[in-house]
């Protein structure tokens, strides 16, 4: 199994443009994550999905989208990047209880 | 609603000497614990889990940690720490009555010396 993946690894976005992170995991788990990691915070969640067709709000959504169409992909999209969205963002999922598995991160910079 | 607070931003530590990383969390309900590691320019990597049982869990390189309820604390401690334990550790705590959504702490920065 690959686990968990994430793409891209890196990115520089300009302010006011869009893109979408990737996620996927082959592990057939319902629950998938999106957090942010800053310096110093720890990891914030943006968005979570209980299963295909299921996405919720985390603590920190604004600015940012989800789709869950299938189990194993759950995209993150961000609409007008801005500088403060600069972060690293790790996608996670987990099968039912107990702890989530990490992928690599895609670390992005808006300048 | 759940917290966790890391009591240390920083540990430096030099190589073979004990180290000690302090989580304490807040939840008015029974919890799952867990570290997670971080080492350089990569993921999250689960160290070690408190789901029931024995309040002493132990990871496969040598961390340990102690559950201690009436303290609400999950402390992570090594007798003997390598070079290649420098990496960032968080804490993190999940209930049942947050769907087991995990809350981290803000991480702790080991940095082991020779």
């Known amino acids: 199994n690959a686990g968990v993946t994430q793409t891209p690894k890196f990115r520089i976005l300009k302010i006011g443009q869009s893109m979408t992170l990737q996620c996927t995991q082959d592990?057939?788990?319902?629950?998938m994550y999106w957090y942010r990691q800053d310096p110093g915070m720890g990891l914030k969640l943006i968005y979570y999905?209980?299963?295909?067709?299921?996405?919720d709000k985390g603590e920190v959504p604004n600015g940012y989208n989800v789709s869950r169409s299938t189990t194993e992909d759950f995209p993150l999209r961000l609409e007008l990047a801005a500088p403060s969205q600069t972060s690293v963002y790790f996608c996670?999922?987990?099968?039912?209880?107990?702890?989530?598995?990490f992928g690599p991160g895609t670390r992005l910079t808006v300048t | 609603a759940q917290s966790v607070t890391q009591l240390d931003s920083q540990v430096p530590v030099f190589e073979e000497a004990p180290v000690e990383l302090r989580c304490n969390y807040s939840?008015?309900?029974?919890?799952?614990l867990f570290w997670y590691v971080q080492y350089p320019n990569q993921g999250l990597q689960l160290l070690l889990k408190y789901l029931s049982g024995s309040t002493l869990v132990e990871s496969i390189n040598g961390f340990e940690a102690e559950f201690n309820k009436s303290q609400t604390s999950f402390h992570l401690r090594k007798p003997s720490v390598h070079i290649s334990d420098t990496a960032e550790y968080f804490c993190a705590v999940s209930d049942r009555s947050n769907d087991y959504k995990l809350s981290f702490g803000a991480g702790t920065t080991v940095t082991v010396r020779a």
């Open positions: 996670a999922s987990r099968p039912s209880a107990y702890e989530q598995y």
């Open positions: 999905s209980v299963g295909a067709g299921i996405t």
């Open positions: 939840s008015s309900v029974s919890v799952y």
């Open positions: 592990m057939n788990h319902n629950y």
